[in-house]
């Protein structure tokens, strides 16, 4: 297994002779404004700073050198209009519901299937997982989302939480899964008087303390203009909580091998 943080909460994942693109915010830096009134969203931080606020870190023939797509959901920060153009409209794609599918059959995509807790792609194992996209009234605007847990016989398992919080479904996922491998979105991103929207440090940490054994990577990073905890933030707590060994905190472009 390979995991490689692109930008944001895109991902590349190699696992079992198979790549896959996770969450593809494909856009040039400043491509589209600040996520706020403009978007149709409450205001938040860096209201000046157009998104992506970083560039790719890698070549579009890299992101695009992949078997299959996963869409955890289709905001904007997740699925751009720059991917909807780029991917080839026949790549293998899965989507967390039937609204989803519709969108994405909407704009050309022939080739897309709703993941279940059953999916098999290649002989890998895809179980859709629950998430909680934040906490409190957010909860009104925020929408569904879902997680991926990755088997196959030659791999770790691997689970890629996507955008959620802590919460009891993340718990019930770790106990039943037992994930050696745990990417979480990790940047405390959240609108001006409300709750974060995807976890932050504490949730990290809950994290850690539920799966002590597993290595966790956190992404989803300073990647658009609305996140609120940053990558230096972060190591600093997890070296006062004693896990630096069990967090890692991957700058755009750098990967990990298990």
């Not at 978007?39 to 000046?48: E, K, N, Q, T």
Request: glycine fraction near 6%; charge should be negative; proline fraction near 5%.
């Amino acid at each position: 297994m390979n995991i490689k943080q692109i930008r944001n909460a895109t991902i590349i994942v190699s696992y079992a002779n198979k790549k896959f693109l996770i969450d593809p915010l494909l856009a040039d830096k400043g491509t589209f404004p600040a996520f706020g009134p403009e978007l149709g969203f409450p205001a938040s931080a860096r209201p000046d700073k157009r998104n992506p606020v970083v560039d790719l870190p890698v070549s579009m023939d890299e992101i695009l050198n992949v078997d299959a797509v996963i869409a955890t959901h289709l905001h904007l920060d997740h699925f751009d209009e720059a991917a909807k153009k780029i991917l080839p409209k026949d790549i293998k794609m899965f989507v967390q519901n039937e609204e989803d599918f519709k969108e994405l059959q909407n704009v050309g995509f022939k080739n897309i299937e709703i993941l279940t807790k059953n999916t098999t792609f290649e002989s890998i194992k895809l179980i859709k997982t629950k998430g909680q996209h934040g906490r409190g009234k957010i909860l009104e605007l925020s929408g569904n989302v879902c997680g991926v847990i990755f088997k196959h016989s030659t791999e770790k398992t691997l689970y890629v939480a996507g955008d959620t919080v802590w919460y009891d479904g993340v718990k019930n996922v770790l106990e039943t899964y037992t994930p050696e491998v745990i990417a979480v979105n990790s940047g405390a991103n959240q609108f001006i008087g409300y709750e974060p929207l995807i976890m932050g440090k504490e949730d990290v940490y809950e994290v850690c303390k539920a799966s002590p054994d597993a290595k966790v990577i956190a992404t989803h990073m300073e990647g658009v203009n609305h996140w609120t905890l940053s990558r230096k933030e972060l190591k600093e707590f997890v070296k006062e909580k004693g896990i630096s060994s069990n967090v890692l905190i991957p700058d755009d472009g750098e990967d990990y091998t298990f």
